[in-house]
């Protein structure tokens, strides 16, 4: 029998270890160093469980020296269960990957389990610890979220985890609980999106379970429960002391009781029919068009014998067209927007759709969506003409809320069984156009694939400086990069007075229509942009693209950063005299030249 390699060896030691803190973990880059600084020193071991990480979260579990045991994710408690059957210590620390013990917290651990696994009476000795959570940059001291008492800590082997979600620990005989000195610090919340995404992750999961036991719940039942969490967050346990903060926590918590019971209730009466015919509609911005591009994949994935239509302006017809999970193309034209309940409506009808979802809730799409009565109509809430004119509306607050504009769109997806996933960040979503001649003449021209640098932006993020375009391209002919500035005739002519000379950076304003831009993007080394539409086409077809970013809402890479395998950010707070991004011109040519792909 082969031995087995999921837990990893006991090692040779001359003491046995006293403390293993153990964590599972998936995609925790972020968090766990904070949590491996905050037990260097004192824990004996750290096991961490990881379910797939795709981040570097194994990376720096072992460059902290931790014991990192690669596992299938099954559930909260399963999971936790083996990964502490995998400690070695005599005590186990159960901690969160995005908690972290203070040092008070700290000495209480380390002087609770100098006193030996149990009482005078024959019990268990074991360590209940109080959680302060961190909200969108907030510590919550009210709201029923402190104190936050839990049991974290025990002799190994002596409890199991059960529940299929807010799981506990259950003991195997009588158990004496000290409550311990200090805080667990829980960063669960950096943004509302992260919320959000544990709103519908653990009410999926709740939903479910009730769902297999015959649970149900009538509707005023729901409103009373909702109402009911919403008082008793906010004043009963004095979350109005907790000012803005406190607001925003017992809305979300309404929220997610009404979410979970709407779950469990669409699960005993089905969701909405399997659509056969589904149009998006995104009739803004070139670059907010690809980002909804994650939307038709997950539409795809659910749906494969489904038809789906994507719904534009004709400027952006070509991106659509190239874009990998689209059958149709149908372009919004101007009379149709100036002549919704009559041009519009027919265009709707002709292509005759079980659904729509409108990534961008443009005005006139949703009447004439309304006036031809398409069955499914989703979109947001938060306009005044999309309240009465929608089938089922999301909520969501989109500006600062820390989610990205495709996890957004995704979220649209919801009332179709499709759930939320950051996954979506790292595919390819364009399939390269065969280049027309000028650009193939051009491409044969040159004596190996361009760098392609976009200075401009139209205004609608911050920019990088001209002279900062110019000096990169500079910069990178001398490492013996081809360079190319792209752009409209407009944009080449505000940017001719920095225009740079030299063999090797060739002047492309004005030349290509955007068909044979995505072909020459295709075949380009690497693209550098700040926000703007030319930055996200490129990514989005697997090119290496380098954004430029400011840090705050609503411009900020949170939401707008672009999707593909290939993509760098960089980002500021900081602007120069002229309001321009202040990025250094060394720090973009590292990037550049390390991200962008072999000489072609």
Not at 130 to 144: D, F, K, P, Q
Not at 174 to 180: D, E, G, H, M, N
Not at 299 to 308: E, I
Not at 368 to 397: E, F
Request: net charge neutral; hydrophobic share 45%.
């Amino acid at each position: 029998m082969k031995p087995d390699t999921s837990i990893p060896p006991r090692q040779p030691s001359t003491a046995p270890l006293q403390l293993s803190v153990v964590v599972i973990t998936r995609n925790e880059v972020d968090n766990l160093p904070r949590l491996l600084d905050a037990v260097r020193g004192w824990a004996d071991e750290i096991v961490v469980f990881d379910s797939g990480s795709t981040d570097g979260t194994v990376a720096v579990a072992e460059a902290a020296g931790a014991v990192v045991v690669n596992c299938p994710w099954e559930g909260w408690s399963t999971t936790k269960n083996k990964a502490n059957a995998a400690a070695r210590g005599e005590w186990i620390l159960s901690l969160d990957a995005d908690e972290a013990p203070d040092k008070a917290c700290a000495e209480a651990i380390t002087a609770h389990i100098q006193q030996g696994t149990r009482d005078a009476q024959g019990a268990w000795r074991v360590g209940e610890i109080n959680r302060l959570t961190r909200y969108c940059g907030s510590w919550v001291r009210h709201s029923g979220w402190f104190p936050d008492r839990k049991v974290r800590l025990w002799p190994r082997g002596t409890a199991r985890w059960e529940g299929a979600i807010h799981e506990v620990p259950v003991f195997d005989g009588a158990v004496r609980i000290s409550r311990l000195c200090g805080v667990v610090e829980h960063h669960s919340y950096p943004y509302r999106a992260d919320h959000l995404s544990q709103i519908e992750n653990f009410g999926q999961v709740w939903a479910q379970d009730r769902f297999e036991r015959g649970h149900s719940t009538a509707l005023p039942v729901v409103l009373v429960k909702v109402c009911a969490q919403w008082v008793k967050s906010f004043v009963v346990k004095r979350g109005f002391l907790d000012g803005a903060t406190g607001w925003t926590i017992a809305r979300l918590s309404a929220w997610a009781t009404w979410r979970k019971h709407a779950r469990l209730r669409q699960l005993h009466r089905g969701g909405i029919p399997e659509p056969n015919r589904i149009l998006v509609a995104r009739t803004d911005a070139l670059g907010d068009l690809v980002l909804t591009l994650p939307m038709l994949a997950a539409l795809k994935a659910q749906f494969p014998q489904a038809q789906v239509g994507l719904l534009v302006r004709p400027y952006a017809a070509d991106v659509a067209r190239a874009a990998l999970h689209v059958d149709d193309v149908i372009c919004w034209t101007e009379a149709m927007a100036q002549d919704p309940k009559g041009a519009g409506a027919a265009a709707m009808k002709s292509w005759q759709p079980d659904a729509v979802v409108f990534a961008f809730p443009d005005a006139a799409v949703v009447e004439a969506s309304a006036k031809a009565a398409v069955p499914v109509r989703i979109g947001t809430g938060r306009r005044w003409h999309t309240l009465t004119k929608l089938t089922h509306r999301n909520w969501d607050g989109r500006k600062d809320s820390g989610g990205h504009e495709a996890w957004h769109g995704l979220r649209l997806l919801m009332p179709l069984g499709i759930a939320p996933s950051g996954m979506h960040r790292n595919a390819v979503y364009l399939g390269a156009p065969a280049p027309e001649e000028a650009a193939k003449t051009l491409l044969d021209t040159m004596a190996d694939a361009p760098i392609l640098l976009h200075p401009g932006s139209h205004g609608s993020a911050g920019n990088w400086a001209p002279q900062r375009f110019a000096e990169l391209a500079v910069q990178l002919t001398k490492k013996g990069c081809t360079v190319g500035f792209t752009g409209t005739a407009q944009e080449g002519e505000d940017f001719a007075p920095y225009l740079p000379a030299g063999p090797h950076i060739h002047d492309l304003f004005g030349r290509f229509n955007l068909q044979q831009l995505l072909a020459l993007q295709s075949r380009a080394r690497a693209v550098v942009a700040s926000s703007t539409g030319p930055l996200h086409t490129a990514t989005a077809l697997g090119t290496p693209g380098i954004g430029l970013y400011g840090t705050r809402a609503p411009e900020w890479a949170a939401r707008w950063a672009p999707i593909g395998p290939h993509v760098t950010v960089l980002e500021t707070a900081e602007v120069d005299a002229q309001g321009h991004l202040d990025i250094a011109v060394e720090a973009v040519v590292e990037a550049a030249t390390s991200t962008a792909l072999p000489n072609a």
